[in-house]
């Protein structure tokens, strides 16, 4: 069906910024609402942000908006995630995730995702 690969993450300094990459392949994602989710030790995972090229709409997590910036170039069939001012809350695994119809903030409603990326920030 869709295969999604995640890259870009790594271990960085608080403060620094990050760009995750998603790159799908399988079938064309043009319609379909993407989004980040990430998950921390012991913790649910959660949403981070989400795009839908038509229309131009973007959703943040209140955790990160004003921090980070989601893109998508449909041409190339990728999703990136554009990270500045890095926290060490911002550790964690992140995900790509894309489904013609969720609930944006919403994880369960996301039928197809990534293998996910590790981003850890130290202080």
């Known amino acids: 069906q869709v295969h999604m690969v995640e890259s870009g993450g790594g271990l960085v300094q608080a403060g620094d910024s990050l760009r995750l990459s998603c790159a799908a392949s399988?079938?064309?994602?043009?319609?379909?609402?993407m989004g980040w989710f990430r998950q921390a030790p012991g913790k649910e995972r959660e949403f981070v942000a989400a795009i839908n090229w038509i229309g131009g709409y973007r959703y943040y997590a209140d955790s990160v908006k004003g921090r980070f910036t989601i893109s998508r170039d449909n041409a190339k069939n990728t999703m990136y995630l554009q990270m500045n001012s890095l926290k060490p809350d911002d550790t964690a695994v992140y995900y790509c995730?894309?489904?013609?119809?969720?609930?944006?903030?919403?994880?369960?409603?996301?039928?197809?995702w990534g293998q996910g990326t590790q981003v850890t920030v130290s202080s």
């Open positions: 995730a894309a489904d013609p119809k969720p609930t944006v903030e919403h994880s369960a409603t996301y039928h197809y």
């Open positions: 399988g079938r064309t994602l043009s319609s379909y609402v």
